[in-house]
C-alpha cells in the first residue's frame, strides 16, 4: 500500500470520462430524437436529452473525485462513497458509461472506501491504556515509556526524564 489512493483514483477518473461519453451519446440521441417529425418525440427527446446531460454532469463529479480522492487522502472515504453511488446511478442517465464506466467507477469506489494509508516512517501510534493500569502510571511498552511528569518519551532503562529530568 502507498500513501495515495492511486488505483482509486485512476479507475474513477476513466470511469468517469466513459459516464461523460455515454451521458454526451444520450444527449446526442435526444438531440436526434427531437428532429423527426412523430407524435410524442418532442416530450421523449426533451427526457433523454435532460438525462444524458444529467450523465455528463455526474461523470465530471466522478473524474473531480478521482483527483480529490488522491490530491487529499483523508476525503477518500467520502469521495469513494460519491463516486460509488454515481457510477450505480449512471445506469439511468448515462447509459452505465456503455457498462465499462460503471464497473469501472464502481471498483474504484470501493478501493477508496478500503483505502488504508501506510504511516510513516517512524511514526509509532501512542501506547494504549490498558483499564487496569492505574491513573498517573506511566504504561511500558518496547520503547520505553512515558514519563508522567510531562509525557516526554523515556528510552526503556533510563532512570530520569531526558526532556524535564523528573526521576523515575
Not at 470501493?110 to 493500569?133: D, N
Request: charged share 5%; aromatic share 8%; glycine share 16%.
Amino acid at each position: 500500500m502507498g500513501d495515495k489512493p492511486t488505483a482509486a483514483m485512476v479507475l474513477s477518473l476513466i470511469g468517469g470520462i466513459f459516464v461523460i461519453l455515454g451521458g454526451a451519446f444520450l444527449a446526442f440521441a435526444g438531440s436526434l430524437i427531437g428532429s423527426f417529425n412523430v407524435t410524442g418525440a418532442a416530450s421523449a427527446s426533451a427526457t433523454v436529452l435532460a438525462l444524458g446531460i444529467v450523465g455528463v454532469i455526474m461523470g465530471l463529479i466522478m473524474v473531480v473525485g478521482g483527483f480529490m480522492m488522491y490530491s487529499k487522502p483523508t476525503s477518500t472515504k467520502m469521495w469513494g462513497v460519491i463516486v460509488l453511488i454515481l457510477a450505480i446511478i449512471s445506469w439511468v442517465t448515462a447509459i452505465g458509461g456503455f457498462f465499462i464506466g460503471f464497473l469501472l467507477g464502481l471498483i474504484g469506489g470501493i478501493l477508496a472506501l478500503t483505502f488504508k494509508p501506510t504511516m510513516a516512517p517512524g511514526a509509532m501510534p501512542p501506547p494504549m491504556m490498558s483499564s487496569s493500569m492505574p491513573m498517573g502510571s506511566a504504561p511500558m511498552g518496547s520503547m520505553g515509556m512515558t514519563c508522567k511528569n510531562c509525557g516526554a518519551s523515556i528510552p526503556a532503562g533510563a532512570t530520569r526524564c531526558p526532556s524535564c529530568g523528573a526521576s523515575l
